[in-house]
Structure formats: structure tokens, C-alpha cells
């Protein structure tokens, strides 16, 4: 049982280039979800997903792109790196998203910089 | 709107000191709160929560009672170890969302905690 994964680890972008961060976990969690983690800032919702399928959007979702084609996998795209969204990047999940009362379980978190 | 204010950070305490940070809320409902805590390169991970009014979370030492006369969730620890070094968040989720989901959260900006021996 692995929880949740990310890939990469570490990452640098030039402004302009696009790419995909990678969220995985095998708990069998219907609720989904990607924060950004910034200094001083805590953590922001960005993109949301309660089951395969359903995606939404959250507190910070400009230049970022999500789908959920099945329960396992939820990538997020940069569409066009910008030196803004340098921030290290958490994928968590929990069962269902529909109680409040649900733990989260989060990755280990992408760091990406932008140049 | 909703919202969560901790201590400004960084707090730093020698090894077996008494830790108090505090955490108050702004919520449309009956939140559900949470600390979640932080070590160096890793990602967040549930310390302890608290479902309702009057409950008490507790873990690894740690504890946190859900005011809400107060609108507030602080976190103690009787004797702290360098090991508990780390970013303390305090964060919360609201059953009632317009819009949203009951288990999206909302983070404060987190407090630093730097143990010496």
C-alpha cells in the first residue's frame, strides 16, 4: 500500500513550457485534490475532483488543468508555465470529499520552479 | 467567508518546554478541525482532528479542544522533543459549501517549530 504518490520529485521550467505533475494512490479514495504550497501563503486549493469523471475548481485554478479518467490517477497540467507558479505542489486524497469530517492523506509534493 | 488564523511563526523552545499554538476559525457551520503537521521534505500528515463542539483530538502527545464559544482550535504539548520539530497547520472543512466540497480544506499559513536540546 503506497498512500499517495507524486511524480516528479523536483522540476524546472522554462516561462512558456507546459507539463503534466503526476498523482497516484491506491486507497480506493473517491475525493482527489492539488494544493500549492507557498511561503507565507499555507496551502491553496487549486483543482478538486469527488469521483472519476467530476472535476471543479478551487481557491487558485488559472493556468492549471485537471481531468479524472479513473479513481486511481489525478494529473494536473500546466498549460503555460509562468514564474508565478513556482511552489511545491501536494496531491492528496480522502474517501468520499462528501463529509467534512474525512482525513486527508497527502503525497510527498512536487517542487517546481519556473524561470 | 471561511478562514483559519494561526501564530505568526517561527517558534523556537528548548527540548521538554510547554508548546501552545494557537489556531481561531471563521466557519458558515459546524466545521470539522484539524492539525495537520509537516516534517523537513515531507509531505502534510493528520496529527490529530476534532468532529464537533467540546471534542478533544489527541496524538503522539499532542492535543487540541474544539472551542466554540471561542471559535478556536489550539494545539499543546506538555514537553516537546526535538523531533517535533517541524510546520504546525491548522486547517478546516465545512459541511456547509455552496458550491463546493464538504472535504475541501482550508489551511492557515502554518507556524515553524524549531526544538533545541
Known amino acids: 500500500n503506497a498512500g499517495v504518490t507524486q511524480t516528479p520529485k523536483f522540476q524546472v521550467l522554462k516561462t512558456g513550457q507546459s507539463m503534466t505533475l503526476q498523482c497516484a494512490q491506491d486507497?480506493?479514495?473517491?475525493?482527489m485534490s492539488w494544493y500549492r504550497q507557498d511561503p507565507g501563503m499555507g496551502l491553496r486549493l487549486i483543482h478538486y475532483s469527488v469521483g472519476a469523471g467530476i472535476t471543479d475548481q478551487g481557491e487558485v485554478p488559472n493556468g492549471y488543468n485537471v481531468s479524472r479518467s479513473t479513481t486511481e490517477d489525478f494529473p494536473l497540467r500546466l498549460l503555460s508555465a509562468a514564474p508565478s507558479q513556482t511552489s511545491v505542489y501536494f496531491c492528496?486524497?480522502?474517501?468520499?470529499?462528501?463529509?467534512?469530517?474525512?482525513?486527508?492523506?497527502f503525497g510527498p509534493g512536487t517542487r517546481l520552479t519556473v524561470l | 467567508g471561511n478562514s483559519v488564523t494561526q501564530m505568526e511563526g517561527p517558534v523556537t523552545l528548548s527540548e521538554e518546554a510547554f508548546l501552545t499554538i494557537n489556531c481561531t476559525y471563521t466557519a458558515t457551520g459546524y466545521p470539522s478541525l484539524f492539525w495537520y503537521v509537516q516534517y523537513p521534505g515531507e509531505g502534510l500528515q493528520l496529527l490529530l482532528k476534532a468532529t464537533k463542539a467540546d471534542d478533544k483530538g489527541s496524538n503522539k502527545g499532542f492535543e487540541a479542544t474544539y472551542r466554540k464559544e471561542t471559535t478556536s482550535f489550539h494545539l499543546e504539548k506538555g514537553s516537546v522533543q526535538v523531533s517535533d520539530s517541524a510546520v504546525y497547520f491548522c486547517?478546516?472543512?465545512?459541511?456547509?459549501?455552496?458550491?463546493?466540497?464538504?472535504?475541501?480544506?482550508?489551511f492557515g499559513k502554518g507556524t515553524k517549530l524549531s526544538v533545541k536540546p
Open positions: 486507497m480506493n479514495h473517491e475525493y
Open positions: 492528496a486524497s480522502s474517501y468520499s470529499g462528501l463529509a467534512s469530517t474525512d482525513t486527508q492523506y
Open positions: 486547517a478546516l472543512s465545512d459541511p456547509i459549501r455552496y458550491g463546493g466540497s464538504q472535504g475541501n480544506l482550508i
